[in-house]
């Protein structure tokens, strides 16, 4: 299992969810990606990607005002 991360700092909505979405499609079944992102709203607007596009929602934490999102590439 790989760990990618992709930098969304300073990004709103909807560029998160594009390129979690544009990552993922290039990871192997299993792998990990983690968002930082200082977007509020990443959080739910990946849950909800995740759920649309049959990914895994792993958890999200908040350092000040900074995200990190871990989603699983699972098909």
Same mark, same amino acid.
């Given at each position: 299992?790989?760990?990618?991360?992709?930098?969304?700092?300073?990004? &709103?909505?909807?560029?998160?969810?594009?390129?979690?979405?544009? /990552?993922?499609?290039?990871?192997?079944?299993?792998? /990990? &990606?983690?968002?930082?992102?200082?977007?509020?709203?990443?959080?739910?607007?990946?849950?909800?990607?995740?759920?649309?596009?049959?990914?895994?929602?792993?958890?999200? /934490?908040?350092?000040?005002?900074?995200?990190?999102?871990?989603?699983?590439? /699972?098909?």
């Amino acid at each position: 299992m790989a760990l990618v991360t992709i930098d969304c700092y300073g990004l &709103l909505c909807p560029l998160p969810v594009i390129k979690a979405s544009a /990552e993922i499609k290039r990871m192997a079944r299993g792998d /990990e &990606l983690l968002v930082i992102s200082t977007d509020p709203g990443a959080a739910q607007d990946l849950k909800d990607w995740c759920q649309a596009n049959r990914q895994v929602y792993v958890d999200a /934490e908040v350092r000040g005002r900074v995200w990190e999102i871990r989603l699983r590439k /699972e098909i």
